[in-house]
């Protein structure tokens, strides 16, 4: 954690990974990693239900790829593109922006995979405006930044090795049950009392919502005047939706899930419906009105019966709570001015007590880079904990 893992991999030979992967990777665990849901990996190189990929299919490459390759491929998404899967981002006369995988075209119009898109959307000619093709990969940089280790990457570069030199057949031998993959839907969403809920929703639950949005749907869905860091997400002030903007529907994409945006399990029921009415509220009612659904008696009648409001939501933030011994590792930013980072940060606890660094009330941060000592303070709080792998904040450091 001293460093996004993706810097930290990019700074080893490419040879001397695959070396490792070959040596010390462990290709069933690799798949396992490859199919969840998280990794986003079997949304772009797996089709289902004769959908066309937006990436190749990676057991079918045989000679024409290299372990090399695959793993500079997971470290560089951008640097080689494979024919048949450049993007293009099309600008429409009527000012849409439209980026995907050019599936065919002629003189009348282009046929394109877009991400998170079931289908292939056709485009007249006479409807473009501008077509442009892209030098970056559907495949964002970063994504190895989830993984939690560097034996992971190696188990995802293992099987990637094995399922190219097997093919299909060993693909299908190594692909994982199910059940270590898949997110089970709650027994009590099946009784959710989905009218109440709606029907309660009032200035309390969009502050809820609104801290909610803030804390993590941001990231990727931005707000009104800044875009998120996920291109392909929804931006609510402005997109259509593509699984309905009815409250429901947005709760059911929340609940299980659609195109690039997997299930958020972490979330009760009242926690999906606050962010629901916050973004309601704050992008469809004053900047979106045409996906603003109405809300009235007839709409609350035709939602599924239910007697539940399910678990209440839970304030423990396990993140803060947890016992991660004596010391951290961490990039830490000291103050606020942005000139104090220990990018390779030890904190330690200087008090004794019981539950490690995170607890007590004095600390000291050691910067492993520079050999200094970056910090040393005392108080009842250790951290603030803003970072993706504690409160799921993107561009922030503790």
Same mark, same amino acid.
């Given at each position: ?26 290709? @069933?665990?690799?798949? !396992? ?20 990929? %937006? &990436?190749?299919? %990676? ?71 501008? %077509? ?10 970063? %994504? !190895? ?24 057949? #060993?693909?299908?031998? /190594?692909?994982?049950?199910?059940? /270590? ?33 803030? #804390? ?46 997997? @299930?958020?399990? +972490? ?5 999906? *419906?606050?962010?629901?009415? *916050? ?12 996906? /603003? ?30 016992? *991660? &011994?004596?010391? /951290? ?22 008090? =004794? ?9 004095? +600390? ?10 970056? =910090? ?8 603030? +904990? ?13």
């Amino acid at each position: 954690m001293s460093q996004p893992m993706e810097s930290a991999l990019r700074a080893e030979p490419i040879a001397g990974l695959v070396a490792d992967a070959q040596a010390g990777g462990d290709a @069933a665990r690799g798949a !396992v990693l490859f199919h969840q849901g998280y990794l986003t990996c079997t949304q772009c190189h797996m089709a289902s239900d004769g959908q066309s990929q %937006l &990436g190749p299919k %990676l057991s079918e490459l045989g000679n024409e790829t290299t372990q090399l390759h695959l793993v500079e491929s997971l470290l560089f998404p951008s640097k080689v593109i494979r024919k048949g899967f450049e993007p293009v981002a099309i600008t429409t006369t009527d000012g849409q922006v439209k980026t995907g995988i050019v599936e065919s075209k002629n003189d009348t119009e282009i046929r394109i995979r877009i991400p998170g898109e079931s289908g292939i959307q056709s485009i007249s000619v006479g409807d473009i405006d501008t %077509l442009e093709q892209s030098d970056r990969s559907l495949m964002p940089d970063g %994504l !190895v930044n989830l993984l939690s280790s560097r034996q992971q990457f190696l188990d995802i570069c293992k099987y990637l090795f094995e399922i190219a030199e097997g093919g299909p057949e #060993r693909e299908r031998e /190594l692909k994982p049950a199910r059940s /270590l993959y898949a997110a089970t839907i709650p027994e009590y969403e099946s009784d959710i009392d989905h009218a109440g809920m709606i029907s309660s929703l009032d200035d309390e639950s969009y502050k809820r919502g609104a801290k909610i949005y803030n #804390r993590l749907c941001i990231n990727c869905h931005g707000t009104v005047d800044k875009p998120g860091s996920l291109p392909t997400s929804l931006a609510f002030a402005s997109g259509k939706f593509k699984n309905g903007s009815d409250p429901f529907s947005m709760y059911q994409t929340l609940t299980r899930g659609y195109g690039m945006m997997v @299930a958020q399990s +972490w979330m009760v029921p009242q926690q999906k *419906y606050d962010v629901i009415h *916050y973004v309601r509220e704050a992008y469809l009612k004053p900047h979106n009105q045409s996906q /603003l659904v109405n809300v009235d008696d007839t709409y609350l009648a035709s939602l599924p019966k239910g007697n539940s409001r399910g678990p209440e939501p839970s304030n423990i933030e396990p993140w803060s709570q947890m016992d *991660y &011994g004596p010391s /951290l590792v961490n990039t830490y930013e000291v103050g606020n001015d942005g000139k104090n980072f220990a990018y390779k940060g030890i904190a330690v606890r200087l008090d =004794a007590g019981p539950g490690g660094v995170a607890h007590g009330n004095s +600390w000291i941060i050691f910067d492993h880079d520079t050999m200094r000592v970056a =910090a040393a303070w005392t108080g009842d709080g250790f951290i603030d +904990w803003n970072g993706i792998h504690f409160n799921g904040r993107h561009g922030i450091h503790p």
